[in-house]
């Protein structure tokens, strides 16, 4: 289906001024306006001049939508009504635009608005075309509506490429698109708050020559490109290329964007962090992405940031990253962390039990996670010449929580509603441990899901005191 442009408006009323010139014929063309490429039409009725200007910019409107109020159809015996005066007019610019009316009633403007009008302009409009507002018309509110308009038929893909006003006392027809604009900036920066979308920032933005501006813009794309598609070990220098874009977007040009960057920075700090950056996909429905970035990123951040709570003595023997388990991890405190740590608990059980490793009741090898938690506080003694922590209680407790994101991560990336058998051991001794904190993964909701990484976080970034 071909793409169409169309005017929307309220059409005004007939002027004492206006029925009186139209009854003696005199000067009913109206007065002079000056439009904004310095054009000049004339205009008697208040949406004329600013019609008859969108008709010679756009040659191509197909049809004018007019929303009408019954006062607009009544006139006098012998006297044209302002609907009729406003259908004149457009044929005699000879335009092939097609003037549709829409009644619309002021007693109830609300209730009618929702009811009726924006179905029955939803429906003449389709995905793709093109809509020219013209604001003077109408009631005292009724720019409040076309606003209205204008953001509903977005979401179905129509755009408002123009908006026009009727200034009467200067006489000009004056270009407030600009106005609509800062409309989609304000999207803009709700769907980057709230998706880490920023298409609507970057089309908002598209001629602006800030390098500030696309800077930042081209940092963010990036950095929640890689949150979209799960690829966490990519994330640390765009989190760094971010706060700088956003250090220095703090003076760019535009000074409505400077104004609303600080809310933006509100919602995950002064600064973005990993932690901050897996709360904000929490807290906006990104869950899975959370998940993968706890999963994948925490452990080097409590080794390199947080050493209150796990840290490598400095004069640990150093690991030969050639050989296995060692070799598959990229760098040795993430080797350290997931072999010689969570693992712990089985070394520690084969160094006591004459190599055999720890079995379940089935005779089977038991969860080497498992193990580490059964035997936590003996394994952490034996490996003290490796590791030191401020609490081992809070080391405990971040270890738990983050076996359990591990297995809520698996769960959700293979599609399966229970923790899969070599964590379903895991999974119970958990929720033996605290019920109403570490669900049954078959039992979890999204909820229980993304208050477990809220309070996983919570109890990260909680500080630990040295007992």
């Known amino acids: 289906m071909a793409k169409e442009k169309k005017i929307i408006l309220f059409l005004s009323t007939l002027s004492i001024r206006a029925k009186e010139q139209l009854r003696t014929k005199d000067r009913v063309t109206g007065d002079d306006y000056k439009c904004p490429d310095g054009e000049i039409v004339q205009g008697l009725q208040t949406n004329e001049a600013p019609v008859k200007y969108l008709l010679k910019k756009y040659s191509d409107v197909s049809e004018i939508l007019c929303l009408v109020t019954p006062a607009c159809l009544e006139a006098p015996a012998g006297e044209q009504t302002a609907w009729e005066r406003f259908c004149e007019t457009i044929q005699g610019t000879g335009s092939k635009a097609e003037c549709t009316l829409i009644r619309f009633s002021e007693e109830n403007p609300s209730q009618e608005s929702v009811r009726k009008i924006l179905p029955n302009i939803l ?6 075309d093109e809509i020219l507002l013209e604001t003077t018309g109408g009631f005292r509110n009724a720019m409040m509506y076309l606003m209205l308009i204008s953001r509903a038929l977005s979401y179905k893909g129509v755009e408002t490429s123009c908006a026009v006003y009727s200034n009467l006392q200067t006489k000009e027809v004056e270009d407030v698109t600009e106005m609509l604009r800062v409309f989609d900036l304000i999207d803009g920066m709700q769907n980057l708050t709230s998706f880490g979308n920023v298409r609507k920032l970057q089309k908002y933005y598209e001629n602006s020559k800030d390098e500030k501006i696309k800077t930042l813009l081209t940092v963010s794309n990036q950095l929640w490109e890689y949150i ?10 765009p989190i760094k290329a971010f706060n700088q874009a956003l250090d220095a977007a703090a003076d760019c040009d535009d000074p409505l964007l400077r104004a609303l960057l600080p809310a933006f920075r509100a919602t995950f700090g002064n600064e973005m962090t990993i932690v901050h950056l897996i709360r904000w996909c929490a807290n906006n429905d990104m869950i899975q992405q959370a998940l993968t970035l706890y999963r994948e990123r925490i452990p080097a951040y409590i080794m390199n940031e947080r050493t209150d709570i796990l840290a490598v003595k400095p004069d640990a023997q150093p690991l030969n990253m050639k050989q296995k388990p060692y070799k598959i991890y990229k760098t040795e405190l993430e080797a350290r962390f997931y072999v010689d740590f969570l693992k712990m608990g089985s070394d520690w ?5 004459n190599n055999q490793p720890a079995c379940n009741e089935a005779g089977k090898r038991q969860e080497d996670y498992l193990t580490t938690l059964l035997y936590f506080e003996e394994a952490l003694k034996e490996k003290n010449s490796e590791f030191s922590t401020g609490s081992e209680k809070k080391l405990r407790d971040v270890t738990m929580d983050y076996m359990y994101i591990h297995i809520l991560r698996n769960m959700v990336d293979h599609a399966d509603e229970q923790a899969g058998p070599n964590k379903q051991a895991l999974s119970v001794y958990l929720h033996s441990q605290a019920p109403d904190k570490y669900i049954l993964p078959e039992k979890t909701t999204v909820e229980d899901v993304r208050n477990a990484i809220l309070n996983a976080l919570d109890n990260l970034e909680f500080q630990t005191q040295t007992p």
């Open 349 to 353: 059980y084969e160094n006591h039990h």
């Open 123 to 128: 429906n003449r409009t389709n995905q793709g």
């Open 228 to 237: 979209t598609l799960c690829r966490p070990n990519l994330v640390s220098d």
